[in-house]
């Protein structure tokens, strides 16, 4: 049962920021964006053990939708799970404190030459929390509409890249199908449609795009 630091004022559970003791720590790997790394950390019970971990810059996602109910998605190969799979635009953050809301607008962009007025939080997560320390901020973004003038250059994955406009409700049946299975993609469509089945508030319960983000903290 959680204790009463992992509830909020009302009752409603909240994760909890701890930091166990690490005795050492070394980075075995170091790539262009990702790198590895290796804690020795003091368990509970006493004993010291390693665990490794990806460390990650953090990422933004756009669950982009438009007037008729559709959600902007993309499909792409992903090499690690040998799949090319049906996302919703995202990318990383640039540089450390980057404003996660500029990220989401620039990926829109350059992913989907697509541009929003209205900006709201969907959800925050950590994807794989016990092999890696990736956060992503997944945005609702509605108001859509393309953008002409210069557009980038697709190479490697992005050359194959499809773009598509999909209603929400065939979407929500495809997660619970097992047929769609990239985690933004999967946490946007079933945050929206939770959202959107929460009561009078709806939507307008959704924290605003500028909300603050503990877990990558950013200036305005």
């Known amino acids: ?23 050492a720590s070394e980075t075995p790997f170091t790539g262009n964006k990702t790198g590895v790394r290796t804690d020795r950390v003091v368990m509970p019970d006493g004993s010291v053990v390693s665990r490794d971990y990806q460390v990650h810059p953090g990422s933004v996602a756009v669950l982009a939708l438009d007037e008729q109910d559709r959600v902007l998605v993309i499909s792409q190969y992903r090499h690690p799970v040998r799949h090319k799979l049906w996302e919703i635009p995202a990318g990383l953050l640039d540089v450390p404190g980057e404003n996660p809301l500029h990220a989401a607008q620039r990926e829109l962009y350059e992913e989907a030459h697509v541009r929003a007025e209205e900006w709201r939080v969907l959800a925050d997560v950590y994807t794989s929390p016990g092999g890696s320390d990736e956060a992503v901020r997944i945005f609702l973004a509605r108001g859509i509409s393309d953008v002409e003038g210069e557009r980038f250059a697709a190479a490697e994955e992005e050359a194959d890249m499809e773009v598509a ?8 049946r495809g997660v619970l199908a097992g047929d769609l299975h990239n985690n933004c ?11 959107r089945a929460g009561g009078p508030e709806g939507l307008g319960a959704l924290r605003p795009a500028e909300a603050p983000w503990p877990a990558r903290p950013f200036e305005g």
């Open 1 to 23: 049962m959680a204790g009463a630091e992992g509830r909020t004022e009302r009752g409603r559970l909240r994760d909890v920021p701890q930091e166990w003791t690490i005795t």
């Open 165 to 172: 406009r999909v209603p929400l409700a065939e979407l929500v």
């Open 185 to 195: 993609l999967v946490t946007g469509v079933l945050a929206l449609s939770a959202a």
